[in-house]
């Protein structure tokens, strides 16, 4: 039986594609047929590993072959054998050149179903519903696949957003203090948001503190909030998951205060204290204050 999407990454001299990320997101709307998979084709899978771990994804295959950078004969006959082993659902790709050279013929080789220039996919009944476009975007149609089939996406831009005048572009700070569970309660995010205000300097958060309502959306750094590249990036009890440091790595200089000696983020970090991190704000109120 046929269960779980996968979808194909694709990357760039060094880089995951943005087109990944917006399949992943059109890969949500059809959970329901089971476990969201990207596979990472590369010469070094696991350089891709933290950006490709994104919001929704259950499993990451890594494939790596003898490629630095996309070789259709090489994308199809890696994919080929995962789904004959996999027998995913659907195949979702990029309606881009890689996926135009690589979807049609798997789909040949794999006995699936195909559609190029898709906007939008779904899921009704346990079939897997797909809109596209043909005559030049003037006329869609919605099309139903009772069996697998290999999908290529296309990037669609509706509107855009701007934030509320009154959020602030953690994007451009030069000196950023990012909070992480160890802040222990929520009062104590008023007293390091506090300090920030008067050294001058930015607060962020991690997920973790932003999902409890502890600190707002925009403050968010990480792969599901904002990229950041300050020349200073203090994390205060702040683990360094993958998720979170795919959005700080780049800082020119990283410091990590957590008591546990052990903790990811000492990993990136350029600079690090195992030390309670209510100790180093203390010790910078009495500067600051």
Request: aromatic share 6%; with cysteine.
């Amino acid at each position: 039986m046929s269960e779980g999407i996968l979808i194909v990454a694709e990357h760039l001299r060094g880089e995951l594609c943005e087109i990944t990320r917006e399949v992943v997101s059109a890969g949500k709307q059809l959970k329901g047929k089971g476990r969201l998979t990207i596979a990472l084709i590369a010469r070094d899978p696991s350089a891709f590993v933290a950006a490709a771990s994104l919001e929704g994804v259950d499993e990451i295959i890594e494939v790596p072959v003898n490629a630095s950078e996309f070789n259709a004969d090489i994308y199809i006959e890696a994919l080929e054998a995962i789904v004959r082993e996999r027998k995913p659902a659907a195949v979702l790709m990029g309606f881009t050149a890689y996926g135009m050279e690589t979807g049609p013929t798997l789909a040949v080789r794999a006995g699936l179903g195909f559609a190029s220039d898709v906007v939008s996919c779904s899921m009704e009944g346990g079939k897997v519903l797909a809109r596209r476009r043909f005559h030049g975007g003037k006329v869609e149609a919605e099309l139903e696949f009772r069996d697998d089939a290999v999908l290529l996406l296309r990037i669609c831009h509706r509107e855009f957003i701007d934030p509320p005048a009154n959020e602030l572009d953690i994007s451009t700070a030069d000196v950023i203090m990012a909070i992480g569970r160890g802040i222990g309660e929520r009062e104590n995010v008023q007293k390091v948001e506090a300090l920030a205000e008067r050294m001058g300097v930015t607060l962020a958060a991690s997920r973790p503190l932003v999902d409890a309502g502890w600190v707002p959306k925009y403050r968010q750094v990480g792969q599901s909030g904002t990229t950041v590249k300050p020349k200073l990036y203090l994390a205060l009890g702040i683990s360094g998951a993958f998720q979170h440091v795919a959005g700080m790595k780049k800082s020119e200089v990283i410091v990590g205060v957590n008591e546990d000696p052990q903790a990811p983020i000492f990993n990136v970090a350029h600079y690090g204290a195992v030390a309670d991190l209510f100790d180093v704000v203390d010790e910078l109120e009495k500067l600051w204050g």
